[in-house]
């Protein structure tokens, strides 16, 4: 488990307890907003919803509610997130918190609502009762327990035709996962689950490990990890192809062979690579001409995420060939792919 540190209340006189945290700015932070709790509760200090402080609570709360609606999206919850998205961008404005990310932010978030119509029929149960092994559940991951079983389940139960395909597997959590489904089905046939990552390991992946041995390697910025996903896939190698490279939008210049497919039909797509608009469209444009139309499913690991603006945008804008299909609880997503209209008339078809 993590270690958290436990540090006294600021004012002996309030007495306010313990608060967990976990980093010196988290603890500044905890004491100063605590501190002004307290001179509330006791009156010495009026509570104005107006003040820039407060102001940036209640955005930190509003950037939750949308962070909780986008992972489950249930249908009743979208009328009032606009409706506290508007009054919030009015409450800015009043106490002249001038921000212009904030604000084009919770615009952009309040005109894909607005613009994205409601999929009555997403599946957003069926893979609740999936079990993983000892072996998939000590992979470090960044997936919630849901989405594990639901690719573990989606990998299980789909029949059409082509391989999967992994795009950001990291650790590789979702790999077992998927293999583990694979595994289990009555008829499995050839499938394979090409795995694509930089393989580079970044400081921010700390936080999402608590694995005695990776954190041991003390790996730093720039190193290759590859040799520790080969440990943890180790059970599964037998179905797993991997492929280390990087997705080629042209803005860094990398080492590393840019990423391409040439293995035929794709049943599966996981895309998890990266949250901006230049590798969603390479991406694309890499490995639709093997999608299969009505059967190939895609999933934006990260649709969900508070930085993914841009994913959900483009999904929104591939409306006429991207149908909403599955919805785990967490930030993943599933569209089944279809062949747009447009696209049908160019090909005669």
């Given at each position: 488990?993590?270690?958290?540190?436990?540090?006294?209340?600021?004012?002996?006189?309030?007495n306010?307890?313990?608060?967990?945290?976990?980093?010196?700015?988290?603890?500044?932070?905890?004491?100063?907003?605590?501190?002004?709790?307290?001179?509330?509760?006791?009156?010495?200090?009026?509570?104005?919803?107006?003040?820039?402080?407060?102001?940036?609570?209640?955005?930190?709360?509003?950037?939750?509610?949308?962070?909780g609606?986008?992972?489950?999206?249930?249908?009743d919850?979208?009328?009032?997130?606009?409706?506290n998205?508007?009054?919030?961008?009015?409450?800015?404005?009043?106490?002249?918190?001038?921000?212009?990310?904030?604000?084009?932010?919770?615009?952009?978030?309040?005109?894909?609502?607005?613009?994205?119509?409601?999929?009555?029929?997403?599946?957003?149960?069926?893979?609740?009762?999936?079990?993983?092994?000892?072996?998939?559940?000590?992979?470090p991951?960044?997936?919630?327990k849901?989405?594990q079983?639901?690719?573990?389940?989606?990998?299980?139960?789909?029949?059409?035709?082509?391989?999967?395909?992994?795009?950001?597997?990291?650790?590789?959590?979702?790999?077992?996962?998927?293999?583990?489904?694979?595994?289990?089905?009555?008829?499995?046939?050839?499938?394979?689950?090409?795995?694509?990552?930089?393989?580079?390991?970044?400081?921010?992946?700390?936080?999402?490990?608590?694995?005695?041995?990776l954190?041991?390697?003390?790996?730093?910025?720039?190193d290759?990890?590859?040799?520790?996903?080969?440990?943890?896939?180790?059970?599964?190698r037998?179905?797993?192809?991997?492929?280390?490279?990087?997705?080629?939008?042209?803005?860094?210049?990398?080492?590393?062979?840019?990423?391409?497919?040439?293995?035929?039909?794709?049943?599966?797509?996981?895309?998890?690579?990266?949250?901006?608009?230049?590798?969603?469209?390479?991406?694309?444009?890499?490995f639709?001409?093997?999608?299969?139309?009505?059967?190939?499913?895609?999933?934006?690991?990260q649709?969900?995420?508070?930085?993914?603006?841009?994913?959900?945008?483009?999904?929104?804008?591939?409306?006429?060939?991207?149908?909403?299909?599955?919805?785990?609880?967490?930030?993943?997503?599933?569209?089944?792919?279809?062949?747009?209209?447009?696209?049908?008339?160019?090909?005669?078809?």
């Amino acid at each position: 488990m993590k270690q958290h540190s436990e540090i006294e209340g600021v004012a002996a006189t309030t007495n306010p307890g313990t608060i967990a945290a976990s980093s010196p700015r988290e603890i500044e932070l905890a004491n100063h907003l605590c501190q002004q709790i307290h001179d509330v509760i006791s009156g010495r200090r009026f509570f104005d919803k107006y003040s820039v402080d407060a102001m940036c609570m209640r955005i930190l709360l509003m950037i939750g509610a949308i962070q909780g609606y986008f992972r489950e999206e249930r249908p009743d919850d979208k009328a009032a997130l606009i409706e506290n998205l508007r009054d919030i961008l009015e409450g800015m404005e009043e106490c002249k918190l001038y921000d212009p990310e904030i604000r084009s932010f919770f615009l952009e978030t309040v005109r894909y609502l607005e613009t994205t119509p409601l999929c009555g029929s997403l599946q957003r149960f069926g893979w609740n009762g999936e079990e993983l092994s000892e072996a998939a559940l000590r992979i470090p991951t960044m997936l919630c327990k849901e989405t594990q079983g639901y690719y573990k389940w989606l990998a299980r139960t789909f029949e059409g035709p082509g391989d999967i395909v992994e795009l950001g597997c990291w650790m590789g959590s979702t790999t077992a996962c998927l293999a583990e489904g694979l595994s289990q089905k009555l008829w499995r046939g050839r499938r394979t689950i090409h795995v694509y990552d930089s393989f580079i390991w970044r400081d921010w992946m700390k936080i999402y490990t608590e694995d005695a041995e990776l954190l041991a390697a003390n790996m730093c910025e720039g190193d290759s990890f590859l040799d520790y996903f080969w440990s943890y896939a180790k059970p599964y190698r037998d179905v797993i192809e991997v492929h280390q490279s990087v997705v080629p939008t042209g803005r860094e210049q990398s080492a590393l062979q840019s990423l391409e497919w040439r293995a035929g039909q794709i049943g599966i797509l996981v895309m998890d690579l990266a949250d901006d608009r230049a590798s969603n469209e390479a991406v694309w444009r890499i490995f639709s001409p093997s999608f299969q139309s009505g059967c190939t499913i895609i999933v934006f690991n990260q649709f969900g995420n508070i930085p993914a603006g841009e994913v959900r945008e483009f999904c929104r804008e591939k409306n006429l060939e991207l149908v909403p299909l599955h919805k785990p609880c967490g930030s993943a997503k599933a569209f089944r792919y279809q062949t747009a209209a447009n696209d049908i008339g160019k090909s005669g078809r």
